[in-house]
């Protein structure tokens, strides 16, 4: 299955949690964020994926992770976005 098929469950909602968390001068390109997710959940299937952002980085200084998780259906590689907490 080429990355470009698989989509991301959710993107909508991380798209917003991502803008409403990091400071604008430090985000980075959703699609690239997007790629790179994708491409770890194809080289390890049934694992959870996660992008890390320093509190320096965050609109209230507190670290954020927002995670992902990928699994096998019958009709192929499924990820999906779970949501951001504070580290």
Same mark, same amino acid.
């Given at each position: 299955?080429?990355?470009?098929?698989? #989509? /991301? %469950?959710?993107?909508? &909602?991380?798209?917003?949690?991502?803008?409403?968390?990091?400071?604008?001068?430090?985000? +980075?390109? $959703?699609?690239?964020?997007?790629? #790179? /997710? %994708?491409?770890?959940? &194809?080289?390890?299937?049934?694992?959870?994926?996660?992008?890390?952002?320093?509190?320096? +980085?965050? $609109?209230?200084?507190?670290?954020?992770?927002?995670?992902?998780?990928?699994?096998?259906?019958?009709?192929?590689?499924?990820?999906?976005?779970?949501?951001?907490?504070?580290?």
């Amino acid at each position: 299955m080429k990355t470009a098929d698989i #989509e /991301i %469950i959710h993107q909508e &909602e991380f798209y917003q949690d991502y803008q409403e968390n990091i400071l604008p001068n430090y985000q +980075r390109n $959703i699609e690239d964020l997007f790629y #790179e /997710i %994708i491409t770890a959940s &194809e080289e390890i299937p049934e694992s959870y994926q996660y992008v890390f952002v320093e509190a320096e +980085r965050c $609109i209230d200084h507190i670290a954020k992770r927002f995670t992902f998780t990928s699994f096998e259906t019958e009709t192929g590689l499924e990820v999906q976005y779970m949501g951001v907490i504070d580290e």
